[in-house]
């Protein structure tokens, strides 16, 4: 049996995700692993059977020929995806997954995308929810309906606690990183929206008060209303201001002519008629599906089952971005 030999790049939160992702997979093993936070990646060594520790990226892809990865796992935060990452992994002919917001730099992200495909190169961003069983059965049943109708997806929750994730021109803010989830979903299950709006507001966290950074300046909210074909309205909402167990519901709720679906985030959907309420549980872990399906990629060169590949997700990290420009301009920004 072929096996995938593979290096993680960055050994913080989201890495146990893929180790845990790669650990069930007989063809997949961790070589080495690299991060300049020498104990994370002790401790990430020590946890996946990695020989070879690095002190960062560079170190890690100086030794990829002799330690022979066969990929790469990249999951660095936002602001350090350097010109020496992802392009060299793409000259050396190294497939990887890569976490979102892939970076904050739009015109990096750009020419990742051009040498990517030039290359014909493997690729996977997180984009874990387009493997998650709930969603497959949201796609299955659209088509069973009269199309058109609203859309409300929220991702409301508490300020999370990276150094990065509190300041927006870290990591792009709360919907680049974060709702981006929801926001790649709603392009996953509806195309390419026609025209988007936003709005966002500050004022309730308050920076150095309560655990929030001195450096916190990003959105509290924000609000994103996305036109879609087929007459379909999105409104997506974000906020970080919410206390623990008074937070509403997270996910999709969408209500058809004779259908509302009513989906929990990552946990459960209910589909709605006016003779049944049918709810289903989560079965699997999407993150697990999306690591095995790219090592199956890696092993066999066939990236067809690759649903997130880097040029699509660059499509939503850049809607992200205009999302973030309407924002700010206050202006309906349309597309061709
Ligand atoms: N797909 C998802 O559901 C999901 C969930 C959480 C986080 N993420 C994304 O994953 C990424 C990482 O998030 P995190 O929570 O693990 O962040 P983190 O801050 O916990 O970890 C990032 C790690 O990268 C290391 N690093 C930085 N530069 C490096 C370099 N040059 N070489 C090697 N290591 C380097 C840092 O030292 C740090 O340990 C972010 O982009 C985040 O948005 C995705």
């Not at 995938?4 to 070589?31: D, T, Y």
């Amino acid at each position: 049996m072929k096996t995938c030999k593979l290096g993680l790049i960055g050994c913080g939160n989201r890495s146990m995700a893929h180790i845990r992702g790669m650990e069930p997979l007989e063809n997949a093993i961790f070589v080495s692993v690299a991060d300049p936070n020498a104990e994370r990646a002790k401790e990430k060594a020590e946890i996946t059977g990695a020989t070879k520790i690095y002190k960062d990226h560079k170190e890690l892809l100086d030794h990829a020929i002799e330690d022979g990865l066969d990929a790469l796992i990249i999951c660095v935060d936002p602001t350090a995806h350097t010109e020496d990452m992802e392009l060299r992994a793409i000259d050396m002919g190294i497939p990887f997954i890569v976490e979102k917001p892939m970076t904050i730099d739009l015109d990096l992200a750009q020419r990742i995308a051009d040498k990517v495909e030039e290359k014909g190169l493997i690729t996977s961003v997180g984009f874990q929810d387009r493997y998650l069983d709930l969603v497959d059965m949201i796609k299955d049943e659209l088509p069973k309906h009269k199309q058109g109708g609203l859309v409300y997806g929220a991702w409301i929750g508490g300020v999370p606690g990276p150094w990065w994730w509190q300041k927006k021109d870290y990591c792009g803010g709360q919907l680049v990183e974060q709702n981006i989830h929801l926001l790649d979903g709603l392009r996953y299950l509806y195309g390419e929206p026609l025209s988007v709006y936003a709005t966002s507001s500050t004022g309730i966290n308050k920076a150095g008060e309560n655990g929030i950074s001195p450096e916190y300046d990003t959105d509290d909210h924000s609000t994103v209303v996305l036109r879609f074909p087929g007459n379909v309205t999105a409104t997506l909402v974000s906020g970080c201001y919410s206390k623990w167990g008074v937070r509403p519901p997270c996910g999709y709720q969408i209500t058809l002519n004779d259908m509302v679906i009513d989906y929990r985030l990552r946990n459960n959907i209910t589909f709605i008629t006016a003779n049944e309420t049918r709810d289903i549980k989560r079965t699997m872990e999407q993150t697990n599906v999306l690591d095995e399906v790219f090592v199956d990629a890696v092993l066999t060169g066939d990236g067809s089952k690759i649903r997130s590949p880097y040029s699509d997700a660059l499509i939503s990290l850049k809607l992200a971005y205009k999302c973030n420009e309407s924002m700010e301009s206050g202006q309906v920004i349309y597309f061709d």
